[in-house]
């Protein structure tokens, strides 16, 4: 259920997932073509904060320490430069225009039946930072480890899908009060 | 002969003009496919919505089987595209951290942009979280470092490691894939 929405005309009913996947799949066989490289999400995370640690901290420092060095080459214009960050704000210009025309924009909180809006959005930055511990751990989440990855057979990305579906379902029956 | 950026046919400004389009239309599918609802993500990990799946795996092998029979046209040089490096242990760590995170959050990094961009709150709440992960990791990063950088085994294909050839590989990997199709709507079909 979406708490905060209001009735409106029902949206539009989505793609069948195998489209949406050949759609992606294709996609992502253009980026290997046109720049010799995948999709990415998470990578775009970690240039946005390499970029404002500089900020704070101040480029030389940030610039100096191994964890953000690799995305602070250009100093704080790095972020303009980089592929994954300009990938990343298509992602959100794209899904925001399938959203609007499919009449799906809208405000508010999706969440399981037995928990409020509170409480979805504590799960919601917790999983976040596990995600985001999780893939500089691995390298990579699910576009640019799982799908790019693997797509190309990579070792270290089937390892990754393999952890990540493993321990979902594992886990799925005690977080099962979140969703169901 | 491809890919454009390694023959010289796209320059760097050309290639930098790739990243919103190629990003918009993934979004795009994204969106279209319901991935921007965590609800619907979330399901896959109760076998009540098998969209995660079904998405993930023919995207992954319409990729896979375009750039193996692209190569094999020699129309592209896989050689040539950047295969993620392999680190056995953080590989498989990071996947069960992303996991727990993945089921509790209910959208990956991706998806949660285009929730956010819907409108969904929790998704600008997921991408809160992943900024915080990341400094979180950064801030530890002398201490994970030893453990980040184990285990390596180079750029390789699982292929390369079991001594088969990546036809095979392909076959194999549109095997299980299509194999688990097949269960995805017979699980559906059960479904009151």
Redesign the interface.
């Known amino acids: 259920m979406?708490s905060d929405a209001r009735g409106r005309k029902p949206a539009a009913r989505?793609?069948d997932?195998?489209?949406?996947?050949?759609?992606?799949?294709?996609?992502?066989?253009?980026?290997?073509?046109?720049?010799?490289?995948?999709?990415g999400?998470?990578g775009a995370?970690?240039s946005?904060?390499?970029t404002?640690?500089a900020a704070v901290q101040g480029t030389a420092r940030a610039a100096a320490?191994?964890?953000?060095a690799p995305y602070l080459q250009q100093g704080l214009s790095s972020l303009l430069?980089d592929?994954?960050?300009?990938?990343?704000?298509?992602?959100?210009?794209?899904?925001?225009?399938?959203?609007?025309m499919?009449g799906?924009?809208?405000?508010?909180?999706?969440?399981?039946p037995r928990i409020d809006?509170r409480q979805?959005?504590y799960?919601?930055?917790?999983?976040?930072?596990?995600?985001?511990?999780?893939?500089?751990?691995?390298?990579?989440?699910?576009?640019?480890?799982?799908?790019?990855?693997?797509?190309?057979?990579?070792?270290?990305?089937?390892?990754?899908?393999?952890?990540?579906?493993?321990?979902?379902?594992a886990?799925?029956p005690a977080?099962?009060r979140?969703?169901? | 002969m491809?890919?454009?950026?390694?023959t010289g046919i796209?320059g760097p400004a050309g290639?930098?003009l790739?990243?919103?389009?190629?990003?918009?239309?993934?979004?795009?599918?994204?969106?279209?496919?319901?991935?921007?609802?965590?609800?619907k993500l979330?399901?896959?990990?109760?076998f009540?919505d098998?969209?995660v799946f079904?998405?993930?795996?023919?995207?992954?092998?319409?990729?896979?089987l375009?750039?193996f029979w692209?190569d094999r046209f020699g129309?592209?040089d896989?050689e040539?595209?950047?295969?993620?490096?392999?680190?056995?242990l953080?590989?498989?760590?990071?996947?069960?951290?992303?996991?727990?995170?993945?089921?509790?959050?209910?959208?990956?990094?991706?998806?949660?942009?285009?929730?956010?961009?819907?409108?969904?709150?929790?998704?600008l709440?997921?991408?809160?979280?992943?900024?915080?992960?990341?400094?979180?990791?950064?801030a530890a990063?002398d201490w994970?470092?030893p453990f980040?950088d184990s285990t390596a085994?180079g750029?390789?294909?699982?292929?390369d490691?079991a001594g088969i050839s990546?036809g095979a590989?392909?076959a194999l990997?549109t095997a299980i894939a299509l194999a688990g199709?097949a269960v995805a709507s017979r699980l559906e079909r059960q479904r009151p």
């Not at chain 2, 950047?82 to 680190?87: A, G, I, K, M, V």
């Open positions: 979406i989505y793609t997932p195998y489209l949406a996947g050949i759609g992606i799949g294709l996609v992502l066989l253009a980026a290997y073509v046109l720049v010799g490289r995948g999709l999400a998470s995370f970690a946005v904060v390499a404002g640690t320490a191994p964890a953000t430069g592929w994954l960050v300009l990938e990343l704000a298509g992602v959100v210009a794209g899904g925001f225009l399938s959203a609007w499919a799906r924009t809208r405000r508010g909180i999706v969440h399981g809006g979805r959005l799960a919601a930055v917790s999983g976040g930072v596990l995600m985001g511990f999780g893939a500089k751990l691995a390298r990579g989440c699910t576009s640019g480890q799982a799908l790019t990855g693997g797509a190309l057979l990579s070792t270290g990305s089937w390892i990754f899908i393999a952890a990540c579906f493993a321990t979902g379902y886990l799925a977080a099962r979140l969703w169901r | 491809s890919p454009l950026s390694e796209l290639v930098l790739t990243a919103p389009l190629i990003g918009f239309a993934f979004g795009w599918f994204l969106e279209r496919g319901g991935l921007g609802d965590a609800r979330a399901g896959q990990f109760y009540t098998l969209t079904k998405v993930l795996f023919s995207a992954l092998l319409t990729a896979m375009g750039a692209l129309l592209l896989l040539l595209v950047y295969l993620p490096e392999t680190f056995v953080p590989q498989a760590a990071g996947g069960v951290l992303f996991g727990a995170g993945f089921l509790v959050g209910g959208l990956c990094p991706g998806t949660s942009c285009v929730a956010a961009a819907a409108g969904r709150i929790d998704g709440g997921i991408i809160g979280g992943m900024l915080l992960g990341v400094a979180g990791f950064n990063f994970i470092a980040y085994l750029a390789v294909t699982f292929t490691m990546r590989g392909v990997v199709f």
